[in-house]
């Protein structure tokens, strides 16, 4: 099987401006530190941040917010992050914002390959705004269309080489739909192991959506 493990200087180069790049995470926990200070000392710019949130000024994707590096914030929240807010309401940054658990399903959907999913969220008040509405059974839903990115940045447990991963905790939040919604995904492991040290019975993301591991020993 193919050794997927690059070093972070290797995964930067995969880098450019104005890419679409989805994180995993919440408010930084299972946000991968390495790959987002990789992100951010790469210098690229104009980037479309897709992510539950943006964490805090100094944590997950916060220093790319305040180094002026996002154009466009999708997101479920942002009040943790005051500086997103700030350039938010000053016109240096667009931010929409998207119901929790809309946004995951627009992911899934993303890495599925599906055409959207149909959701009573929203309806009847701003969100519903420039999007269709479908009427089934007298029911109104809002077709929110799928999310995918250029690069997908995740936070796992344990990855062997060809690119198996475990999460821990609260880790497995968005990270194991995100790794499917991309097309490149970079995963940055807490512990490598060679290829059979994981059982198959444990392995929540498989080798195949995987395409670079950045190896945490370098």
Known sequence: MKNKVI????????????????????????????LIEA???????????????????????????????VKKVIASHIGTNPETGRQMIDG????????????????????AGLGGVLTATGVGTVVEEGKQKIVLEGKTWLLERPLRADIALIRAHQADTSGNLTYQ???????????????ITFA????????????????????????????PQE
């Open 7 to 34: 070093t972070i200087d290797n995964a930067a180069e995969h880098f450019r401006d104005g890419m679409t790049v989805m994180v995993g995470g919440f408010m930084g926990v299972g946000t991968p530190p390495r």
């Open 39 to 69: 992100l951010l000392a790469s210098g690229v710019k104009n980037l479309t941040i897709i992510a539950n949130d943006t964490a805090f000024v100094d944590t997950g994707l916060g220093p790319l917010i305040g180094n002026r590096r």
């Open 92 to 111: 240096e940054l667009e931010v929409e914002l998207v119901p929790q658990g809309t946004l995951i399903e627009q992911i899934r959907c993303g890495g």
């Open 169 to 183: 905790l609260s880790a497995r939040n968005f990270n194991p739909l995100i790794a499917l919604a991309a097309d």
């Open 188 to 215: 940055e492991p807490d512990e490598l192991l060679p290829v059979g040290d994981i059982a198959p019975d444990n392995v929540i993301t498989p080798a195949a959506v995987i395409d670079f591991i950045v190896n």
